[in-house]
């Protein structure tokens, strides 16, 4: 088990940014609109698919608004949305994934 796992999850000031640390000491700050168009959940990949890889879905303000950050166990977070999406469960691998730091680290 080498998957490294957040220590410490915060929002930026002006709520733009989810800050993930990791516990191998990489910071990634996620924008909040990436982690809304990267939604994991059944609704929103089913969408995604079914109008193809160009299409470009608009989001409201609170749809790109974070209200509540839940942990799900040891593998993952689930985010909760201002405009009450809430199926949305990020697990830690895909997470990483997402980071824009680490992308820019390794060529995967
Ligand atoms: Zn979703």
Not at 99 to 105: I, K, V
């Amino acid at each position: 088990m080498s998957q490294p796992v957040p220590v410490r999850i915060r929002r930026s000031e002006d709520g733009k940014l989810l800050l993930i640390t990791w516990t191998d000491g990489l910071s990634c700050h996620y924008p909040l609109s990436l982690l809304r168009k990267k939604c994991p959940c059944a609704v929103c990949t089913t969408e995604a698919k079914s109008k193809g890889p160009f299409y470009i879905p608009l989001y409201t303000a609170d749809a790109m608004t974070i209200s509540e950050i839940k942990q799900q166990g040891h593998y993952a977070l689930q985010l909760i949305w201002a405009d009450g999406h809430h199926t949305g469960i990020y697990d830690f691998a895909y997470l990483r994934s997402l980071c824009p730091e680490a992308s820019e680290a390794s060529d995967v």
